[in-house]
């Protein structure tokens, strides 16, 4: 069981930069697979960036390949979104999510509460 807190949302003009953080609860942080993804109003839930229990390089959307940066940090159990070069139609609630091994990020089991972003132009 993981439980996520994401933190760092808000409002920002186009262009400008926001970061984006998840604070994880569990005792086996290591074991799981991290990403973000998010929703726009009436669009389906999309993948925007994460990275698989086994490490390795991080996945990212191509709407936002350049601009943003996910990390991780396994001492501090907290994954970070990094958003520069903010778009209008990266407004959405992001969504902080969780797979535990052997499972895919890109189907995970455990999500977040969720933040707004908004991008105005």
């Known amino acids: 069981q993981v439980r996520l807190v994401e933190s760092g949302g808000g409002l920002v003009q186009a262009g400008g930069s926001l970061r984006l953080s998840c604070a994880a609860s569990?005792?086996?942080?290591?074991?799981?697979?991290l990403g973000w993804f998010r929703q726009a109003p009436g669009k389906e839930r999309e993948f925007v960036a994460g990275?698989?229990?086994?490490?390795?390089?991080?996945t990212y959307a191509d709407s936002v390949k350049g601009r943003f940066t996910f990390s991780r940090d396994n001492a501090k159990k907290t994954v970070y979104l990094q958003m520069n070069s903010l778009k209008p139609e990266d407004t959405a609630v992001y969504y902080c999510a969780a797979e535990r091994r052997p499972g895919s990020i890109l189907s995970p089991g455990y999500w977040g509460q969720g933040t707004q972003v908004t991008v105005s132009s």
């Open positions: 990275v698989s229990w086994t490490g390795g390089s991080t």
């Open positions: 569990t005792g086996t942080f290591s074991l799981y697979g």
